[in-house]
């Protein structure tokens, strides 16, 4: 199904996709989006720690003065705790989704390139995870492993690098066949040079995409199985066991799941647009890159 | 063709075999003992003992593993450990709450996506493009478990038009039965709607580009009639397929949804037989859902190389 | 199913009541043909649907498990030789007297009983369920309740002769419950019991779907009488849902979707209150929560740390974040009624500072396990913020039920939550497993010889103030040498629908349903 127009790109000098990024209006939106989540988990050690200690004389008490988001359930400060919680999002979208990304893309070049019976047994192996719905497949792995942040990661980083794995590969062969790698690998271009300065550049853009979608994913994977209660272990501060939190008491209190729920969205949202204008901006006509869940 | 068709066939004996091979070591690797669940806490070392053997976990891994593979091949799940039913026949009970909250989620997305999409291509670029997009944007960005906190939230506790949460048979109770689908079919298929609101104005606007389509203009034929007959059905091929993959992504939010909603499906019978480490029953459960994606998936594909002659394989 | 007959009510209820022969005879015989005897008052017929949280892995009483709530749904398909009244005494069933004599107690049973599938139920079925529980081979959860009994023996067919090793104050109590339940020999003999019970009780098994239903129709040959001589049972069929979620439950009452609910936490029976449809009725029933200490490896086998840690814990605090105030503060497995309660056992007050300063500086780092089901995660990050705050540096695992019953079996913890029902059927149930040195569930790891002298010394009477004396210093025991930390006692209603009515609770709030009745 893919076809092949992404030669474009690689003659196109690395500057206009940014400036054009730049003055995308979803891209306007997403990098302050993204930059003030990951300012929120730096900034999170700051923070005074009064506000995050519990205090059973104010359990659950709406948006006032004192605690502009709120109380929770534990009589701590809403906005304190989703300012913490910023660090367990930055983690999953950076540590295991580049994590799969850099796997991934090994094992995808490798297949690609190789071919032949290891790259068929790859790719079964590649399919066969691929069939499991991802969070079903990110739940037997942290049942398997145990809750927690780590086990979470790993969980998730096994979800996603077949994906990465999967579409390398597809890129890697619709490359290979092309006149001047075939060319190049004639003159005696030692294959892995040829992978480094041909290949990969070529592949940057698909990947920036396509991770740029696999982080909303995995955040939403990872805010699922910590609303499970799988995920990130109290009292460490998560969104989606903040969301898990605010439905066990939804009659007591509506902000409790609300605010950490939209944090959630503004970043997935933030993801997704900026995978959007991404894509614009390379302009080009990519193999379908939709995040399945 | 035939050939094509035989070749996509064998390809998924290899992945239904690596799938259950993943899924049994997976599994095998929970920790707890599953003994403590069945007897209760008050059960002594002797009488856990003795049930292990009976549940045949003392015999090495790669006989437990024959043992359950060649059951399954058989077409014998296996019986769970907690209550000593038939797999198979839990699950039979299970799956119609999933089937129906996958349908009607699908059937809202179609019946929403598909126009919305359609009024967005042909709108391109203007307040209502934008709007719907960003709209679509919004639902893939929104975790089910959020959409369904607020529903419930709204439309549960606040309005208290549904009830909310559980679930009635429909053979029980029709109209009780669907007042309790609404919310999470909603949340089901709030993302499946996106992706078809975004295939389909995808793909309309690639086939209102094409040469064809031009020609039609050109020749005087009314917008409407283009758009509808000419350019929405080739355009459909695309949308249809896409749909068809979503059915992994539907899987995954069924499992939170029917948690949070707490409907009687294969969701919480996996996520409840983890919970509770019941080993046959969510190998059962998943290795059902596993094979009915591929199924899927291979039937998309041969439907989609049937429809577009331009694929040669 | 009706043909009317007449029958003088006054005479039925006579009989009924003093169970003679002929009289049962002619009630079974009488039911048999019809539902008849209204005119005891009463109404008949409807379906109860009760939403319960609590699904039942078996329905053989022999191999059920501990959780006392089985009974409730056990109850509808057995019957004992004797049943318990809520004050403790017994009244026949189907036993209609019995004589206890040192190490044999003898039963004289009701003639003419069936069991459900047509069984005569004599003294030879009844010695057959005794001598299961007893048989290792069963693997009976419940032939510890009855390990005193040496033998049982059919004497006659209506004469069940029980040998005894010694005396054992608790036998009736645990035959009057589900060690004593009567199963059909040839049901149990056909095999796969467990899902098809046959009992002689108020209720027919019907059906049962896993997770999702449970249901039994109407014995209509059943042999007990409502004390005004109607006949029993009153109601057509009773449905139990499985429900786990709570909220799901709190809809399900409001709206009517079932009649009667099992165990609403605080937060969800709290919203019922001035509903006029539901009646909540506090019979007493409380949710104890504990912490045990691990008193086999540092820290906690030291006093001081383990009475800091009682200091360290503010328990009104946690009541309120986990209870909402719907809770009462106890010394122990005992509430304000129990006849063991004794007020002036306190722990040591809530005071962070004195039990910083016990610590000496130093974090002292502790393992918390708990339970993955609410709100013990919540009251568990609560009491790491105390425990914090206090000295402590504790590090809190949320865990699934069997993987912490594992991890407290293998003594691989410093701390636990848990949780328990209270009152149970007896104070021994409540105690002697979580504090007898070879108690099944001695979590802390206690070998406290002056500890399980008061705890022999519980059961070696039958004088409820000698027991009482007993109990009261049990509990000054545990509290003064802090191997567990009390918690908050969440109330535990009975939560019905106020058409719903004539429920009979066992000691420990399981219900009976035979007599219940649903209004129009």
């Given amino acids: 199904m893919a076809t092949d127009t992404t030669t474009a790109t690689t003659r196109e000098p690395r500057r206009p996709v940014l400036s054009r990024l730049l003055r995308d209006r979803r891209a306007r939106f997403a990098l302050p989006v993204l930059a003030a989540v990951t300012l929120a988990a730096a900034a999170s050690p700051l923070l005074d720690t009064r506000s995050r200690a519990t205090d059973t004389d104010r359990l659950l008490s709406g948006p006032g003065a004192a605690h502009p988001l709120g109380t929770d359930e534990l009589g701590r400060d809403v906005l304190a705790r989703i300012v913490d919680g910023a660090g367990v999002t930055v983690v999953v979208a950076t540590v295991a989704v580049g994590a799969a990304l850099v796997l991934g893309t090994l094992l995808g070049l490798f297949a690609g390139y190789r071919g032949g019976w290891l790259d068929a047994l790859l790719m079964r192996a590649v399919d066969g995870l691929l069939a499991f719905p991802l969070l079903v497949l990110a739940l037997t792995v942290v049942a398997a492993l145990g809750p927690g942040l780590r086990n979470a990661l790993i969980a998730i980083a096994v979800v996603t690098t077949p994906r990465f794995a999967r579409v390398v590969r597809g890129e890697v062969l619709s490359l290979r066949t092309r006149e001047w790698v075939s060319a190049a690998h004639i003159v005696g271009v030692p294959t892995w040079a040829l992978l480094r300065r041909h290949l990969l550049p070529h592949l940057a853009g698909t990947l920036g995409v396509f991770a740029a979608l696999q982080a909303s994913t995995a955040i939403i994977a990872e805010a699922s199985l910590s609303f499970l209660g799988l995920g990130v272990q109290p009292p460490q501060a998560s969104w989606g066991a903040m969301v898990a939190a605010g439905t066990d008491h939804l009659d007591a209190s509506w902000s409790l799941s609300v605010f950490p729920g939209l944090a959630i969205l503004l970043t997935i949202a933030a993801f997704n647009l900026l995978a959007d204008a991404l894509r614009d901006a390379l302009d080009a006509h990519r193999p379908d890159l939709d995040p399945g869940r | 063709m035939i050939g094509y068709l035989v070749r996509r066939i064998a390809q998924l004996i290899p992945v239904l075999f690596i799938v259950s091979v993943v899924l049994f070591l997976l599994l095998r690797l929970l920790p707890g003992d599953p003994t403590a669940e069945i007897l209760g806490q008050e059960a002594s070392a002797a009488d856990r003992a003795a049930l292990r053997a009976d549940l045949g976990l003392d015999a090495p891994l790669w006989q437990q593993f024959l043992d359950w593979i060649g059951g399954v091949l058989t077409g014998d799940l296996g019986r769970s450990w907690l209550t000593d039913e038939p797999v198979a026949s839990v699950i039979v009970d299970r799956l119609p709450a999933t089937v129906e909250l996958g349908l009607i989620a699908l059937l809202l997305a179609v019946a929403i996506g598909i126009p919305a999409g359609v009024l967005a291509a042909v709108r391109r670029r203007t307040a209502t493009d934008s709007a719907l997009t960003g709209l679509g944007v919004l639902a893939l960005s929104t975790p089910h478990f959020y959409l369904a906190a607020l529903l419930i939230g709204v439309f549960a506790i606040w309005l208290r038009l549904v009830p909310p949460s559980g679930y009635v048979a429909f053979t029980e109770d029709p109209v009780g039965n669907l007042v309790r689908m609404v919310l999470p079919a909603v949340t089901v298929g709030s993302t499946v709607v996106a992706v078809v609101l975004r295939q389909t104005r995808g793909s309309l606007l690639a086939a209102l580009g094409e040469d064809y389509i031009r020609t039609a203009e050109a020749t005087g034929l009314r917008r409407r009639r283009i758009v509808t007959v000419y350019a929405l059905r080739n355009a459909m091929v695309p949308v249809v397929t896409v749909t068809a993959l979503q059915i992994g992504a539907l899987m995954s939010a069924t499992v939170v949804t029917e948690t949070i909603f707490t409907l009687p499906g294969m969701g919480t019978l996996i996520v409840n037989g983890i919970f509770s480490r019941d080993l046959p029953v969510v190998q059962g459960a998943v290795l059902v859902v596993v094979t009915f994606v591929l199924l899927v998936n291979l039937v998309t594909d041969l439907v989609y190389a049937w429809l577009d002659p331009r694929i040669t394989y | 199913m009706a043909t009317p007959s007449s029958m003088p009510p006054a005479l039925l209820s006579r009989r009924a009541l003093l169970g003679g022969a002929v009289a049962t ?496």
């Fill in chain 3, 25 to 520: 005879l002619t009630a079974v015989g009488l039911t048999a043909c019809g539902d008849t005897g209204e005119r005891g008052g009463g109404k008949r017929g409807g379906t109860l649907t009760v939403g319960f949280d609590n699904e039942p892995t078996t329905l053989d009483p022999a191999l059920s498990s501990a959780i006392s709530s089985d009974r409730s749904v056990l109850n509808l398909f057995y019957d004992t030789l004797l049943r318990q009244e809520r004050d403790g005494s017994f009244v026949p069933a189907l036993a209609e007297k019995w004589t206890v004599d040192g190490t044999t107690v003898t039963f004289t049973l009701r003639e003419g009983v069936r069991f459900h599938d047509g069984t005569p139920f004599d003294a030879e079925a009844a010695a057959f369920n005794l001598r299961r529980v007893i048989d290792p081979a069963t693997k009976s959860t419940k032939a510890g309740a009855l390990k005193k009994l040496a033998a049982a023996d059919a004497v006659d067919p209506r004469t069940l002769k029980l040998t005894l090793r010694a005396a054992d104050p608790l036998l009736l109590v645990q035959l009057a419950h589900e060690p004593g339940m009567m199963a059909s020999p040839t049901a149990v003999k056909a095999g796969d019991y467990g899902r098809k019970p046959v009992g002689t009780g108020p209720f027919v098994f019907d059906a049962w779907r896993s997770k999702v239903q449970l249901s039994g129709k109407r014995n209509t040959a059943y042999w007990r009488r409502a004390a005004d001589g109607g006949a029993l049972p009153r109601l057509d069929q009773v449905v139990f849902r499985f429900v786990t979620d709570t909220k799901v439950l709190r809809a399900e009452v409001t709206t009517g979707g079932v009649q009667l609910v099992r165990a609403l936490p605080p937060e969800e029976f709290k919203q019922l209150a001035g509903n006029r449809q539901i009646v909540l009725d506090d019979i007493g029933v409380r949710r104890s929560y504990y912490v045990a200490l691990n008193v086999t490896r540092a820290p906690f086998d030291d006093p001081k740390v383990r009475e800091a840690f009682a200091m360290a814990v503010d328990r009104t605090g946690v009541g309120k974040a986990a209870a909402g105030g719907e809770f009462d503060l106890a010394p122990s497995f005992a509430t304000s009624k129990d006849w063991f309660y004794d007020p002036s056992i306190t722990p040591p007050p809530f005071d962070p500072a004195k039990a910083k300063a016990a610590l000496g500086g130093t974090p002292v780092p502790i393992t918390v396990v708990a339970r993955r089901r609410a709100p013990d995660p919540t009251i568990a990050e609560l009491l790491q913020s105390q425990l914090t705050a206090a000295g402590f540096a504790p590090k809190v695992e949320v865990l699934e039920a069997q993987t912490q019953l594992d991890r407290m079996r293998k003594q691989d913890f410093d701390a636990t939550l848990l949780v328990i029902d209270i009152p149970r059927l007896d104070p021994s149930l409540s105690f002697d497993p979580y504090f007898a040195s070879k108690g099944s569930n001695n979590w802390s790891g206690l070998t406290d010889t002056t500890l399980d002298g008061l705890l022999e010394k519980a059961v070696g009477s039958d004088d409820r103030a000698v027991r009482r004396q007993a109990y009261v210093d049990v509990q000054r025991r545990i509290v003064g040498e802090n191997y567990w930390i009390f918690l908050h006692q969440p109330k535990s209603p009975l939560i019905h629908s106020a058409k719903l009515s004539g429920i009979v609770l066992n000691v420990d709030g399981q219900w009976r349903l035979d007599e219940a009745e649903l209004a129009s």
